[in-house]
C-alpha cells in the first residue's frame, strides 16, 4: 500500500529500507561496516503513535573506548572527557548512581583548578564509555559510563 501512495523517494521522503531474516547476521554485517544499529520488529506488528511497543525494537552498535575524566561541571552532573592525546571527545552525563559516588569519594584528590561552570581535575581517573556514535565535530554522541578502567 505505501509503495503505491509514494512510489519513489523524494528529497522530503524516504521510506526505510528493510529485510527479512537473520537478525543477528544481519547485525553482525552492521557492525563490520561501523553502522549505528538496527530496528528489529514482529513482522506483522504496526506502529503505534506516541507508543514505546515490545513489537519493535532498537539494536545500537555501540562503539566503546577508554577515557580520562578531566573535569566536573558543576549546576548539573556532567563530566569532561579526554583522550590520551589530550583532545575532547565530550561530556558524559549518563552514569550509574554507584559510580557517582565512587567517583565524589575520590574527585577532590585530582581538583588542579576551577571557574563558575567546571571544576577541572588532573586526568587520572580513567572510565570505559561508550556512545552511538561520533557527531559531525567528532564528538561521542550520547556517551555513557560502562567501568572503570586501568
Not at 557492525?31 to 539494536?59: C, F, M, P, T
Not at 573506548?65 to 563530566?79: A, H, Q
Request: charged share 30%; no cysteine; net charge positive.
Amino acid at each position: 500500500m505505501l509503495n503505491q501512495l509514494i512510489p519513489e523517494d523524494t528529497a522530503l521522503l524516504n521510506k526505510v529500507q528493510w529485510i527479512e531474516g537473520n537478525a543477528e547476521q544481519y547485525f553482525e554485517l552492521i557492525k563490520q561496516h561501523e553502522l549505528e544499529g538496527i530496528v528489529q520488529k514482529k513482522a506483522d506488528s504496526k506502529y503505534q503513535i506516541n507508543k514505546r511497543s515490545h513489537d519493535w525494537l532498537k539494536v545500537i552498535n555501540y562503539q566503546y573506548e577508554n577515557v580520562y575524566i578531566s573535569g566536573l561541571r558543576k549546576d548539573e552532573f556532567g563530566l569532561l572527557l579526554n583522550f590520551d592525546n589530550g583532545k575532547y571527545p565530550g561530556l558524559l552525563e549518563f552514569m550509574p548512581t554507584p559510580n557517582k559516588k565512587d567517583f565524589y569519594k575520590q574527585y577532590r584528590d585530582f581538583i588542579t583548578e576551577e571557574n563558575d561552570k567546571f571544576i577541572y581535575l588532573n586526568p587520572k581517573l580513567k572510565a570505559k564509555v561508550k556512545y552511538r556514535n561520533l557527531t559531525k565535530k567528532g564528538l561521542f554522541r550520547v556517551p555513557s559510563f560502562v567501568e572503570w578502567a586501568s
